[in-house]
């Protein structure tokens, strides 16, 4: 999203939209008083106003942007079916409000600062951050992001209270599944396969751990006596963004940094240092630079063992042995992760796989990531590949090897065997349907003002209030 984002030309107005789109919804002006509100705002920059919330022309455009992108420019929406959407989420936020659903602070700043986080690590800096959006300072992209994930959060709520009690019996199951058979429109069901995986982690020596260590003790000594810890941090860090930032970093307790990163940045006071610390990503030494409220600025420094060809000569033979084993029936698959296994998260679930987008063990064979695609594609149930290398997110070199545990071919859905997918999908329609009646009852009794630019549209909903 951010590479889309580079090349678009902001206006004054879009510029803080866009980016609060990059939260995944859109942003919110809110009115004090609907009376007050169309005197300070010209009329012809307003589409509509639902209740105390109004939307501006510029949100249906940033939003169509938004929609446009998502989509890959293979799907069209007009400015009519984008207001309608907007509308339903300016209602539901309205009555939020009005039926008294909470939203703390502390969930607010929760996801503001995970958001935030998110573009620090980016883009290296508070200032780079606010910049490149287009605001004057943090306080003033804070308080944006606060109104917007406060909205979002509020719809979200507000959803969550109007279909907690709805649940779809198996009959309406059935029903639903017939409906879609006699309309001819059951879904198409994708290749699914299930994947087990052994993993074992090719480790430094102790010797290397060592003298990195050592190494790390020695630039903190040099620091301690007068050097300067930018410097030190552009010669030696093995961060990948110390040329952008030079290991200057801000946090809070709610950013999206390893655990062990955080505690030795909120364990110091400003100006200290911290001994040598381990993380997945390697070694550290990081000194508190300022402490600003709940925030530190803190820089730090990445050294990370090296691993010799023996050494990862080693670990792959020794899965190689573990794999022939398995295939001349001298233990199984599941055994040979309890036993063997160095991958603590796949470990406990005996080597299983887990879908990041659905949380459950069944992938999508077209939707998978390329490189894993390439290495299972071809696999029929029960095989297993060849010992392979891989490297995660935070760089820890391993070698695995991964058995197709089932694989189910592309079909039309089935009542039987996809049972539970009929389920969910008859209960999201059910869920939906219980909003759009709430919907319909409540645009009677909600203020709302649309402009005469957009009289023209065919609504799905009575927005126009025109008599029936």
């Not at 509100?37 to 938004?66: M, P, W």
């Not at 605001?135 to 606060?146: G, I, V």
């Not at 879908?355 to 149930?381: G, H, I, Q, W």
């Amino acid at each position: 999203m951010l590479s889309k984002i580079k090349n678009f030309k902001f206006t004054n107005m879009l510029k803080k939209i866009i980016v609060l789109l990059l939260l995944g919804v859109v942003f919110t002006v809110k009115a004090q008083d609907t009376t007050q509100t169309q005197k300070r705002v010209k009329l012809d920059g307003v589409a509509t106003v639902v209740g105390k919330n109004i939307v501006l022309d510029s949100e249906i455009a940033a939003y169509k942007l938004e929609f446009e992108q998502q989509s890959e420019g293979k799907l069209e929406i007009s400015d009519c079916e984008m207001l309608e959407q907007i509308m339903e989420r300016k209602l539901l936020s309205h009555h939020a409000v009005i039926d008294s659903v909470e939203v703390s602070e502390s969930e607010i700043n929760s996801r503001v600062e995970q958001k935030i986080a998110y573009f620090l690590q980016q883009l290296g800096s508070e200032e780079k951050v606010y910049t490149y959006y287009g605001f004057n300072d943090m306080a003033d992209l804070r308080k944006e992001f606060n109104e917007v994930e406060k909205e979002a959060l509020l719809v979200q709520k507000m959803q969550m209270k109007l279909t907690e009690e709805v649940d779809v019996t198996p009959e309406e199951v059935r029903n639903y599944y017939k409906s879609l058979e006699d309309e001819n429109n059951l879904p198409e069901i994708g290749s699914e396969i299930e994947l087990q995986q052994v993993v074992l982690y090719i480790e430094p020596s102790e010797k290397e751990t060592q003298r990195v260590i050592d190494k790390l003790e020695e630039i903190k000594q040099q620091v301690e006596n007068g050097d300067n810890f930018k410097m030190k941090a552009i010669l030696y860090s093995q961060d990948p963004g110390v040329t952008q930032n030079s290991g200057l970093y801000t946090l809070t307790r709610e950013s999206e940094f390893v655990t062990e990163f955080k505690e030795a940045a909120f364990s110091l006071d400003e100006g200290e240092m911290s001994e040598p610390f381990k993380t997945d990503f390697g070694y550290h030494i990081l000194k508190v630079e300022k402490i600003k409220g709940k925030q530190r600025d803190v820089r730090h420094l990445l050294m990370i063992p090296e691993i010799t060809a023996d050494q990862k000569k080693k670990v792959k033979d020794s899965l190689e042995s573990i794999r022939k084993e398995i295939l001349t029936l001298k233990t199984t698959f599941d055994d040979a992760v309890e036993k063997y296994s160095q991958e603590k998260e796949t470990k406990a679930n005996k080597g299983l796989l887990m879908n990041p987008e659905t949380n459950d063990s069944k992938f999508d064979l077209t939707r998978m990531d390329p490189t894993l695609y390439a290495r299972v594609s071809a696999l029929k149930e029960g095989d297993i590949t060849d010992v392979f290398y891989d490297e995660n997110r935070q760089g820890k070199q391993m070698y695995k090897i991964i058995l197709m545990k089932s694989k189910t071919d592309a079909h039309t859905a089935d009542l039987i065997a996809d049972y539970v997918k009929i389920q969910d999908l008859a209960l999201k329609k059910k869920k939906e349907e219980t909003i759009a009646k709430w919907t319909k009852e409540k645009i009677g009794d909600t203020y709302i003002k649309i402009n005469k630019d957009y009289k023209d549209c065919n609504f799905k909903n009575n927005w126009k209030k025109e008599s029936l």
